[in-house]
Structures are given as structure tokens and as C-alpha cells.
DNA sequence: GGCCAAGTAGTCAAGCTTGACTAGCCTCTA
DNA sequence: TAGAGGCTAGTCAAGCTTGACTACTTGGCC
């Protein structure tokens, strides 16, 4: 489950720097404990990790008041990273805390690009259907009747997915949502602007 | 995630004794690798993590023809354990490798516990698209437009996953599957014959 | 003025998961 | 008949996640 990192990379870039307990607090207004289901450990982490990797750089800041806190800023390579987790997460299928990651940070891609990878994604859901269907009419013998069942719930749920991606699609080139190519979006807005989209 | 010992559990149970290659081959027969996202080691973790905790019991078998091999046996508490994972599975919600393990493990709850428990699933959907139905109405303003459009595809999951429950209570009312309490079940028949259901 | 609750900021050990690796046996084939 | 490849069976270190814990500050209330 690489959503934590993704998470946590993206609050740093769109806030233009923050420390630990600020990333934390962001995560928990978007609700991101319930559907991503991260806790406060895991974030702390994972931020040490993405600058030991590079991704991020660390400043030790002097507590001015309340204790002493570390100031994490982005990275070219760290932004790189995260824009390529971010696609793949669109992408990507049976990974729901990836894909609500990537939703999250949507206008870290531009327009076309963002389209380019839902499309995909619809396009691998509907292929995965119809191999589902496939099965469904020869069904593995080994598998017990009740796996079979919830197959059955897995389509649903693709199918569910399918319109949402379709509908997705559709608003993003009707213009919905501010794009990392559109005027106003957190590559042109300088920072502590950023978090109030 | 304690789905992985759900699963384990479940499979020793069910095949009256079991050793960690006979686990990891069963659920790969179940395509569980791939629902469940279960990793051969974090088999042997479970089998070995569960019997210290006295949910199994360890026999060293020496290996007649390869190497040597460890047989698992379920425990009363074990079971009792077991089937209070499955319940609980059933239930809750936001949890779908939970779910998928207990549907896979369906047959270990008696025909009426299972209908009680789905049903609660269901109740617990209801109240959540009612929650949810409210939130929409007044969108919290600190969350951006993106993360209320992802709450969208969680409501139509959640739709999705209350009509197959619905559907799954009606049938195991009309007698569906072969359930603990059932001629036949895993609880009557004996060991080797089990995994054939 | 003093004390408690809540907020800020983060550490740490323990536990679970992952991916790569070991090692023996069996079967087929050149 | 030697070797490759695959199946059986499992180990292990490294990494990520979790839950509990520390410590300091601020604000409010009696």
C-alpha cells in the first residue's frame, strides 16, 4: 500500500512545505483516516522515508512556540514520484485506497493527462468484466459455491466503478476541477494559498 | 487486517488439519492471492502466530517423501475465535477483505446466525447512505471538490454492496448453500472429504 | 492563582506483510 | 543419464503499520 505515501507527498507539495503534526491534521479534515485509513504513525513515517529516499528534504525547525517540529519541502524528484503514483493509481484496478489517493490528489496532473489514465481505467474495468462473465459460465470446479458468490459482488462493484470512472471522465473534459495546466492550480498559486482550493 | 487469519483458520478448520503448503495451496485454488492479497509468508506467519496464541496446535511431521512438514489442528477456541471473525466480518463495513474472507468462510455460521448477520450489514449500509445523503447536502468546506466527488463513488459502492446483501439474505432464507447447522456440513462430515464441498 | 482539558508534535516497540531466497525431490528429455 | 525445470515446503531480513506513550503549551473556569 504505497496511498500513504502518495498521501503524504501530496499535502507537502500542495501546501509548499509542512511539518509532521500539519500533514496529520490536513489528512484528518479530508476524513483521509476513514477511507484511506492512515494513522498518525504511519505519516510520520512515511516522511522520514520519502527524505531518506530523496523525495522530500528535511529542516529542523526551533520550536518558537510548543516543541520542536521538522519542516519537510518537496523535491523535482519527489514531485516526479508522486505524479507517476498518481496515474498509477488511476489506473490501476482492485485498489481502492490507491485509487481514493489518486482521486485525492487529482489536480496534480493536467488535464489531458488525467483523462488519458481514467480512460484506461475504464478500459481495463471493462475488460476485466468480460473476463469475469467468461468464468462465470465455466465455472472452477474447485472453488467452492459461495466464492462463486462473491464474484458476483466483485461485478457489481466493477460495474459501479465503471459508470463513476465513465462520469469522471466526462466532467474532466467538460472542465470540471482546477488542473495542474489551468490558471489558479497549485503550480502557479504560491503557497500557503494552496491548501484552500 | 486480520483477514489472513481468518482465512488460515478457516482452511484448517475446514480440511480437519492442515500444513502451511496445503494452506497456501488452497486459497491460491480460491483465487485468494488475488481477492484476498495474501502473500505466502504471511501464511506461516498466521499458522505460527496462531498457535502460540492456542487458536491451533503444531505437530512436527517428518517428512515422508520431501522435507520436513508441520501440521496444523484447529482448537475449540480456535473455532470459537473463528467464527466470531466471520460474524464479525459480516458486519462490518468499510472492510472489504474482511468481507471476502467471511463470504469465503460462510459455511462455518449456522443458517440463521448468517442471515442476522447480513442483515445488520445491511442495516449498518442503510444508516451510512442516510449519513452520507446529509453530508452531501452541507459539503464541509475545508474538504475540495474532488474529495466530496470521492465520497460519490463510496455511496455507489455502498449501494452496490446493499443490494447483494440483500440478495444473499433472501437466499440463504430459501435454504441456499450447505450451512454449519445443515446435513452435510463441515461439522458432520469427516476430515479429508471436507475440502470438496 | 491554580488546575484540568484540549491541542500540538512526535517517538517507540511490537507486530504484520512482503519479496527474495533455500533446499530436497520428481519428471521429462536430449 | 545428466541436467533443467517445476513442485513441495518453508525461512528470513527488511520494511510498513499500529497503538500506546511522552512532553510541552494554551485556554478556560472556579
Redesign the interface.
Known amino acids: 500500500m504505497s496511498a500513504t505515501k502518495l498521501l503524504v507527498l501530496g499535502i507537502v507539495h500542495l501546501s509548499g512545505g509542512a511539518h509532521g503534526y500539519q500533514v496529520r491534521s490536513e489528512l484528518q479534515?479530508?476524513?483521509a483516516e476513514?477511507?484511506a485509513k492512515i494513522k498518525p504513525g504511519s505519516i510520520y513515517h512515511a516522511l522520514k522515508k520519502a527524505a531518506a529516499d530523496g523525495l522530500l528534504t528535511e529542516h529542523a525547525e526551533p520550536g518558537n512556540s510548543g516543541p520542536e517540529r521538522v519542516l519537510y519541502r518537496a523535491t523535482a524528484r519527489g514531485r516526479d514520484e508522486m505524479v507517476e503514483l498518481v496515474r498509477d493509481g488511476l489506473r490501476r484496478t482492485?485498489d481502492?485506497d490507491m485509487l481514493?489517493a489518486s482521486?485525492?490528489m487529482?489536480?496534480m496532473l493536467t488535464r489531458t493527462d488525467a483523462i488519458a489514465q481514467v480512460n484506461e481505467r475504464v478500459a481495463r474495468l471493462e475488460a476485466e468484466l468480460v473476463e469475469q462473465a467468461k468464468w462465470r459460465e465455466h465455472p472452477?470446479r474447485?472453488?467452492?459455491?459461495?466464492?462463486r458468490?462473491?464474484a458476483?459482488?466483485?461485478a457489481?462493484?466493477a460495474?459501479?466503478?465503471l459508470?463513476?470512472a465513465k462520469s469522471?471522465s466526462k466532467r474532466l473534459s467538460e472542465g470540471a476541477?482546477t488542473m495542474a495546466d489551468d490558471p489558479g492550480s497549485w503550480r502557479t498559486v504560491p503557497g500557503h494559498l494552496k491548501m484552500?482550493?
Not at 142 to 147: F, K, R, S, Y
Open positions: 479534515s479530508w476524513g476513514s477511507w482492485h481502492a481514493n482521486i485525492a487529482l489536480p472452477n474447485d472453488a467452492p459455491e459461495h466464492v458468490d462473491q458476483e459482488l466483485w457489481g462493484h460495474r459501479t466503478e459508470e463513476w469522471l476541477y484552500r482550493f
